[in-house]
């Protein structure tokens, strides 16, 4: 279930998508259909372009983060535990990678020692495994400790889960954390466009079980208003891979649900 999972997010992905149709345009070129190959893979030219874009981009995150909003450490409600997940930075992998090394989302890590350090709560669980193919790679949860360890978090305040894969994952296996830790609130950290499928996850996952489940948003990407007036229309790397984040949290809150009809 997750090999079938993380290969249909690969092929519903932009790139793939694009990757895929151009197999087709040479398809119906070598067949003989030239003007409908051609015409097809301009459309699939305009399409990457147009979700390449930071214009597009934003305009897909910023729904998603704007759910809940990230607010500063010394703001966030009162709560018995953090819950921290991964997908924000890499494990070491001596001698290649002596450290750890910092992902898009580790802010992630930098919010959770924040919201500990302002007392909002007394422990951090740590929730993240290592993705298949990682062999030999320091387990992603033992890196994140590492960088709260560094950040100032006391070893005794951190609790780890490492074998989780997913965001399904982290929250079946969160629960065991959350009961040995006793917290009948818990703050939940992760990216603010990954938040809405998060917490959705983990409430029902914790379903039933008294544990209520606050999020706690950051890493924010959308901000409309300073994107550049020429360059929001002009495609780069960093744009396509925020539509692509984002239209993968769409598709799981679709699948989500679907699970709940």
């Given at each position: ?17 694009a ?33 390449a ?92 400790r ?24 982290n ?77 993968k ?13």
């Amino acid at each position: 279930m997750f090999e079938l999972a993380k290969v249909t997010g690969w092929l519903l992905s932009p790139l793939a998508l694009a990757l895929v149709l151009w197999v087709l345009v040479l398809v119906l070129v070598w067949r003989g259909y030239r003007r409908l190959g051609l015409a097809v893979g301009l459309l699939v030219v305009l399409g990457l372009w147009t979700v390449a874009t930071p214009l597009v981009a934003t305009g897909l995150a910023y729904p998603l983060e704007r759910r809940f909003p990230a607010v500063l450490a010394d703001q966030a409600p009162q709560a018995d535990a953090i819950v921290l997940l991964g997908g924000a930075l890499s494990g070491a992998r001596p001698p290649e990678r002596p450290s750890f090394d910092l992902g898009a989302g580790a802010d992630r890590v930098w919010h959770a020692a924040a919201l500990f350090k302002a007392g909002r709560a007394s422990v951090v669980l740590v929730s993240g495994g290592n993705q298949p193919g990682a062999d030999g790679m320091q387990v992603e949860a033992e890196a994140m400790r590492s960088m709260l360890l560094t950040l100032g978090v006391p070893p005794a305040a951190i609790r780890l889960e490492g074998v989780s894969r997913n965001t399904a994952e982290n929250a079946q296996q969160s629960l065991g954390l959350i009961r040995a830790a006793g917290a009948k609130r818990v703050l939940l950290v992760t990216s603010a466009m990954h938040m809405p499928r998060a917490l959705r996850t983990f409430e029902a996952a914790l379903g039933g079980s008294g544990v209520a489940v606050l999020p706690a948003s950051t890493d924010v990407e959308a901000l409309p208003n300073s994107l550049h007036p020429l360059g929001r229309w002009l495609p780069d790397a960093d744009s396509l891979g925020m539509s692509t984040a984002a239209l993968k949290e769409y598709l799981g809150l679709a699948v989500l649900g679907l699970r709940d009809l």
